[in-house]
């Protein structure tokens, strides 16, 4: 903003009440001639609106009561902001002006320096920008050798998008160093988030030598024990694009993103705990995170959006994920132990869900009710259509889960009150004239006129819709009609995906893939972003999907009972050639590799020797002679270890009573 400033004393009004993310109130000023801040003083807390108004519409804090000025203590001002001043940096001068020895030095870490010289343009900065080459979550680390008083300052960043530097607003990715004299070695205390650095030289006397400036990647331990390859080149980008997304967002817990809030999301480590674990398999941090989570319900009703943290919120859907999370958790490890361990707080959050149910038989509650970074309508007052909707399937896996660990009571309950909300949904949400459901009603009782691709998916995917209603809505959530709000994150992306590989629709499920995620490999994406087309966050593990599915789908091995104690094969070539890969289990990764001959289909399965398992085979053409191991398999006639083998129209069911090496071949 360019504002005049008359000659002598000038009073400037800033409205910073509200709640903020940052602690501090951040002032730039850039003039022609020199400034100076005589005063700077706090006018508040206003008891009313028209005594703020009085003193805001005179432009004027003296006329406030005196006892609401305050004013700001000179340890509490920073004369400098480091942020503030590298992103306002200009270019002044261009190397012609500048000279720098050995600059490839800094290219990798050795016994070399480069040798950095004041600029020669009188008064000016000497500034670097350094690209790591994919984002990084990371602490700082330079070794440098100056004169005393020398000042390096740093500011960290994600991106840079058709020429343009994308610095992180709101966020203070920044850093200042002092030198004292000679050779001296730093690491930073805080790690960040970011690829590039604008490293700036300033207060130069006499030449810097620096030996580095390095990251030192810090993230959860991340064993490379899943594995994906086709014969789609693209597809294998994606797939390990992913996985370094989800690896940057992981440290003592699931992060959201490494460079913004760094903070447990319990939304976010729903999906990003489906990804961690066709990754690496490490139940670990999973079953932290949900005992985390659990905890904040000693001071909330629901699990809590983010743990732990001074900001006291719910955030319904993210709650509800968590639910979701547990079962999840249940099916890849089969831990019974832990299943009881969290079983009080399951059923506290579930019991406390049905609290919150109108006399229509709905679900209203005061919250953040937010699905997706869309515009959707969902008010904080009212009843959210979504959040109904997982709400039932929250229900169904808590009365699973209650089942399993022999609840009956309360498994019995839980059923039947996500019946009565489902029936509940179906007749109040639905709109005949959209031919959809609606986002919402409104906290005034009316039926919002919004309707949301997020909406019908979940709708779908959480088993609320049947019949025609159900037939048009997979029809709707792919192909979404003009005036219909669709995808605004790959978070939501990911649910989407999931309701297409529940229906079988592999081929536009990689469509879906090869379209928004490869949009953001062309942009040059070293990890997926927040949001679509344009983004904040530049690495976003919610958005890392592609990895989950290519390798549950595609790959096809997924845990068809809890902990693998029947491995589910089931691979979707869709246009593929050929993949493999593998996936870790409790006991042990299962390897597999298929192809797609001329004629028929090829798999080989390495699965660790206790565990059965179910092949599901796509039939191409007549090819429906089974060879297993080299030999024929007849009806009456089947190789040890294989308990039993039907045909449909589509597939061959192949049910092996043990694991071992399975070369099974289709053949006309």
């Known amino acids: 903003t360019t504002v005049r400033l008359r000659k002598g004393i000038n009073r400037m009004l800033f409205d910073i009440s509200g709640t903020h993310h940052l602690l501090q109130f951040t002032m730039g000023l850039r003039a022609h001639q020199k400034l100076k801040v005589r005063r700077i003083v706090t006018i508040g807390n206003f008891t009313d609106d028209e005594a703020f108004k009085r003193v805001w519409n005179a432009g004027d804090y003296r006329i406030a009561p005196k006892e609401l000025i305050k004013d700001v203590p000179d340890y509490a001002i920073a004369n400098t902001n480091v942020w503030a001043l590298t992103a306002w940096d200009t270019v002044a001068a261009y190397p012609a002006h500048l000279r720098i020895e050995n600059a490839d030095a800094l290219l990798s870490t050795n016994n070399e320096w480069a040798v950095i010289h004041p600029c020669e343009a009188k008064g000016k900065d000497v500034r670097l920008l350094i690209d790591f080459g994919q984002e990084m979550l990371a602490y700082i680390e330079f070794e440098v050798d100056a004169p ?27 850093m200042r160093y002092i030198c004292r004299e000679g050779r001296q070695r730093y690491r930073s205390y805080v790690k960040r988030g970011f690829r590039y650095m604008f490293v700036v030289f300033r207060n130069m006397t006499a030449p810097v030598k620096v030996r580095y400036i390095i990251a030192r990647l810090s993230t959860y331990p991340m064993p490379k024990r899943g594995a994906f390859r086709c014969s789609d080149e693209r597809l294998n980008q994606i797939w390990e694009v992913g996985r370094r997304t989800l690896q940057m967002c992981m440290d003592d817990t699931y992060l959201d993103c490494p460079a913004y809030e760094q903070t447990h999301w319990v939304g976010d480590a729903r999906n990003e705990a489906l990804v961690n674990w066709v990754v690496t398999g490490d139940p670990r941090i999973t079953a932290h995170c949900i005992l985390q989570t659990a905890d904040s319900l000693k001071r909330s009703p629901l699990p809590e959006s983010h743990v732990p943290s001074g900001w006291q919120n719910i955030l319904t859907a993210w709650s509800l994920l968590w639910i979701r999370s547990i079962r999840e958790h249940w099916q890849f490890t089969g831990d019974g132990k832990f299943l009881r361990k969290i079983y009080p707080a399951l059923q506290t959050t579930c019991e406390n869900l049905i609290q919150y149910r109108n006399k229509k ?23 959210v259509t979504h959040q109904n909707m997982l709400m039932v399937r929250a ?5 699973e889960i209650a089942r399993t660990l022999q609840h009956t009571e309360d498994a019995e309950r839980w059923e039947r009150i996500a019946d009565e909300l489902k029936h509940a949904i179906n007749e109040h949400l639905w709109s ?7 986002d919402c009603i409104r906290a005034d009782g009316t ?14 995917l959480c088993d609320c819709v049947d019949g025609e209603r159900a037939e048009r809505l997979r029809q709707f959530i792919l192909h979404p009609p003009e005036g219909v709000v669709t995808a605004g994150s790959p978070f939501f992306l990911f649910f989407l995906l999931e309701q297409l590989a529940r229906d079988g629709r592999a081929e536009e499920m990689l469509t879906l893939i090869r379209d928004k995620w490869g949009f953001m490999l062309d942009k040059g994406a070293t990890t997926f972003w927040e949001t679509i087309p344009r983004t904040r966050s530049w690495c976003h593990a919610w958005s890392a999907a592609p990895t989950y599915f290519l390798s549950t789908v595609v790959l096809g091995v997924y845990p068809e009972q809890p902990g693998f104690s029947v491995v589910g094969i089931e691979p979707h070539p869709v246009d593929l050639k050929w993949c493999h890969g593998s996936m870790p289990t409790p006991m042990g990764d ?3 590799k298929w192809e797609r001959p001329e004629v028929g289909f090829k798999l080989r399965a390495e699965i660790p020797p206790k565990l059965p398992a179910h092949m599901s085979l796509p039939i191409y053409g007549n090819a429906k002679r089974i060879f297993i191991n080299g030999v024929e398999a007849l009806p009456d006639k089947l190789p040890e270890g ?3 083998i039907s045909i449909t129209a589509t597939r061959i069911h192949i049910y092996l009573s043990r694991g071992g090496v399975w070369v099974v071949e289709l053949k006309e």
């Open 361 to 383: 038989g709905l679900l209203e509650i005061e919250a953040w009710n937010m699905l997706d970074w869309a515009p959707m309508d969902t008010p904080s007052k009212g009843v």
């Open 642 to 644: 294989v308990d039993s």
């Open 447 to 460: 039926l919002s006129p919004v309707v949301s691709q997020q909406t019908n998916t979940m709708a779908l």
């Open 395 to 399: 229900l169904r896996e808590a009365a």
């Open 148 to 174: 005393a008083g020398t000042i390096i300052d740093f500011n960290m960043f994600e991106g840079i998008l058709d020429g343009r530097v994308q610095l992180t607003h709101g966020l203070n990715n920044s």
């Open 432 to 438: 005949d004239e959209r031919g959809a459901f609606v």
């Open 590 to 592: 299962v390897i597999v």
